[in-house]
C-alpha cells in the first residue's frame, strides 16, 4: 500500500536554496515538510544494508554519513571500468527508487522513473531546456551544441532543436558527466543518441552511463520476455509466424545481419497476436540506441 504523504508545496528554486545551505544537494522534502538532512537522529542502517550498498558501488570503504548516503556515491576520478560505471548507476537508480514518493505525487512505472531530468534535482543540479545552445567548432566542423555541463555551478543545459529521443540520452549523458567527472568551465556536447561510439575517454564514460541509465539490465530484460514471451529470442518458423508478416522465408530474407533483427525487435510494435509499444519507444531511445543494446545483453540469438 502506498503511503499518505502529507504534501508539501515548495518551489524548486526553495529546495536548491535549502540544499545549498544544507550543504547536502540530495536532501528533500520528507511526508512533513522537513528536509531529511534536518533530522537530528543518524542514519540508522543495517550492517546487512551497508554491506549490500557497498557490494553494490564496488567500494568495501564506503560507509553510511549522517545523513543516510554512501560517501562513494559522490566520489569522482579520472577513469572508471565498465563496472565501476554501472556500479554508479546502481546506487543511483537505488536512490531514485528509495525517493520515489517525494520526486513523484504518484508513483510512476518504472520505466519513467528512468528520467535524467529528475535525476538532476536529486544531486544538486539545475537543468533547464533552452530553444539553442548555439554553435562550437570540433575538429574544424561546425556542430550545433545539444547539451551543455558546468560543473561549477552545477547547471545542464538541453538544446530543444532535437528529436527527443536525442534530447533524452544527451541529459542522460550529462548526466554521466556530472557523477564521473570533475572537468571545470562550460563544456559543450554534440547531438548524441548513443550510437557512436564515442573517441575520447570520458565521452566514452558518459555514453556508457547514459545507456545503463536509459536501459537497465534487470529492467530491460523484463519487458523484453513480457513482450517476446521468453528470455532469449530465437528466430525460427513459430517466432517467425508470431510476427504475422509473411512467410518464414519472407521473415528470413529480412534479415542480412544481426543488426538488421536487433533493429526489428527494437522496432516491431506487434508479436503473438498482441499490439504494444515498441521497446524504443517505451525506453524513449532511438531504434539503433535500443538494437545496440539487445545486442549486448545477448538477449536474441542470429
Not at 528520467?115 to 539545475?126: H, M, R, S, T, V
Not at 547547471?155 to 540520452?169: G, N, T
Not at 517476446?228 to 518464414?248: P, V, W, Y
Request: with cysteine.
Amino acid at each position: 500500500m502506498k503511503p499518505n504523504f502529507l504534501k508539501v508545496y515548495a518551489s524548486s528554486a526553495e529546495i536548491s536554496e535549502d540544499r545549498i545551505l544544507l550543504k547536502n544537494p540530495y536532501a528533500h522534502l520528507d511526508g512533513n515538510g522537513q528536509f531529511s538532512a534536518l533530522k537530528e537522529n543518524k542514519f540508522d542502517a543495517s550492517q546487512n544494508e551497508i554491506t549490500t550498498s557497498r557490494h553494490i558501488l564496488g567500494n568495501q570503504y564506503a560507509h553510511i554519513g549522517e545523513t543516510g548516503d554512501l560517501s562513494a556515491f559522490s566520489r569522482k576520478k579520472d577513469k572508471y571500468s565498465q563496472q565501476e560505471i554501472e556500479n554508479k548507476v546502481k546506487a543511483l537508480h537505488k536512490i531514485i527508487w528509495k525517493n520515489r514518493f517525494t520526486m513523484w505525487s504518484e508513483q510512476p512505472n518504472f520505466i519513467d522513473m528512468l528520467d535524467p531530468l529528475k535525476a538532476f534535482e536529486l544531486i544538486g543540479y539545475k537543468c533547464t531546456t533552452e530553444s539553442t545552445l548555439g554553435e562550437f567548432r570540433d575538429n574544424g566542423k561546425v556542430i550545433e551544441a545539444a547539451g551543455l555541463i558546468d560543473n561549477d555551478s552545477r547547471r545542464i543545459r538541453i538544446s530543444e532543436q532535437f528529436k527527443p529521443e536525442v534530447r533524452r540520452f544527451t541529459a542522460a549523458h550529462e548526466l554521466g558527466h556530472a557523477l564521473l567527472h570533475t572537468q571545470s568551465g562550460l563544456h559543450r556536447d554534440r547531438p548524441i543518441d548513443g550510437t557512436i561510439k564515442a573517441k575520447s575517454p570520458t565521452e566514452y564514460e558518459a555514453d556508457f552511463f547514459a545507456s545503463r541509465f536509459l536501459m537497465p539490465e534487470n529492467l530491460l530484460k523484463t519487458v523484453f520476455k513480457k513482450l517476446f514471451l521468453t528470455d532469449k529470442f530465437i528466430l525460427d518458423e513459430n517466432t517467425a509466424s508470431a510476427f504475422r508478416i509473411g512467410s518464414f522465408d519472407e521473415v528470413i530474407s529480412k534479415f542480412k545481419s544481426k543488426r538488421d533483427l536487433s533493429r526489428f525487435l527494437a522496432s516491431i510494435k506487434q508479436y503473438n497476436g498482441v499490439r504494444f509499444y515498441s521497446l524504443a519507444f517505451q525506453f524513449k531511445v532511438s531504434v539503433e540506441a535500443m538494437a545496440i543494446r539487445l545486442e549486448e545483453l545477448e538477449l536474441f540469438l542470429f
